[in-house]
């Protein structure tokens, strides 16, 4: 045999065999759902700018968000993860994106331009009273509440800007919206171990151990975690939204199901 023909023979089954793995690669990435979400066309870089820093795909596949669904973003600002959770139910499944007109405001509206032209049928946005958490019984199969549960627990003296919430009445609105067997995910800011609510006022974070006994008063109960957001080198006593902290704080995963 020459050592062209050799030669090309190797170049041949090179090409097959890169074939056979870009085939191989590329029915794993489209057997998960949460990979495609992050990977959806048309997401802005603003988002995939975010997806480094709050690893979604990983998040929504501990919570096991699943086609189909009904799911309450709760306090959803700019509807990130509405997104997100929209391309994972898909267009049998339905995403309330919830705010309060704070949260409205902070995020200068930006869920207007998120769903704008019916870009995402199967979303829609409510806004609601914290006082008055009007979600339907039994409706949800999952909530999501990303780095926003210690807000429940801010108190700000400035009460045009963020009224006083009944956190215990608000989260026992949410829970009753749960089916039986639903899932509430759980994303926020580690205050220091043994703080309780108290950091929630002056550095918008709150102790893990507090936000599990709350959910677990309520029926609820742990069935997975993550660390994929812990920052040991946090140490937890800087304000979380600004400032060195910013980006760079450590982060609880909680999964609950209703029992």
Not at 10 to 36: F, H, K, P, Q, R
Not at 92 to 104: C, R, Y
Not at 170 to 195: C, E, F, N, Y
Request: glycine residues 8%; negative net charge; hydrophobic residues 40%.
């Amino acid at each position: 045999m020459s050592a062209e023909v050799s030669g090309a023979r190797a170049v041949l089954l090179c090409g097959i065999l890169t074939g056979l793995g870009l085939l191989a690669s590329s029915a794993g990435w489209a057997g998960d759902i949460y990979d495609n979400a992050v990977h959806h066309a048309g997401r802005t870089q603003e988002d995939l700018k975010r997806d480094e820093l709050d690893h979604p795909a990983e998040v929504l596949r501990v919570a096991g968000i699943k086609p189909g669904m009904q799911v309450a973003d709760f306090l959803a600002g700019d509807g990130y993860y509405s997104e997100l959770v929209s391309y994972v139910v898909g267009p049998s499944g339905h995403v309330q994106l919830i705010n309060d007109p704070s949260f409205d405001r902070w995020s200068d509206n930006g869920w207007e331009s998120r769903l704008a032209q019916h870009r995402l049928p199967n979303v829609e946005h409510r806004r609601i009273d914290l006082n008055h958490v009007d979600l339907a019984p039994a409706s949800l199969d999952a909530v999501l509440l990303v780095k926003v549960y210690h807000d429940l627990y801010w108190v700000d003296p400035n009460k045009a800007n963020w009224p006083d919430v009944d956190a215990a009445a608000a989260l026992d609105a949410i829970t009753r919206a749960l089916k039986p067997g639903g899932t509430l995910l759980l994303v926020d800011h580690s205050a220091q171990s043994g703080s309780g609510k108290s950091a929630a006022s002056p550095l918008h974070r709150i102790d893990e151990a507090f936000a599990r006994k709350d959910f677990e008063s309520r029926g609820l109960k742990v069935v997975a975690t993550s660390d994929v957001l812990r920052r040991p080198d946090d140490p937890r006593t800087q304000i979380s939204y600004k400032g060195p902290a910013l980006g760079k704080t450590d982060r609880f995963v909680l999964v609950f199901r209703k029992t």
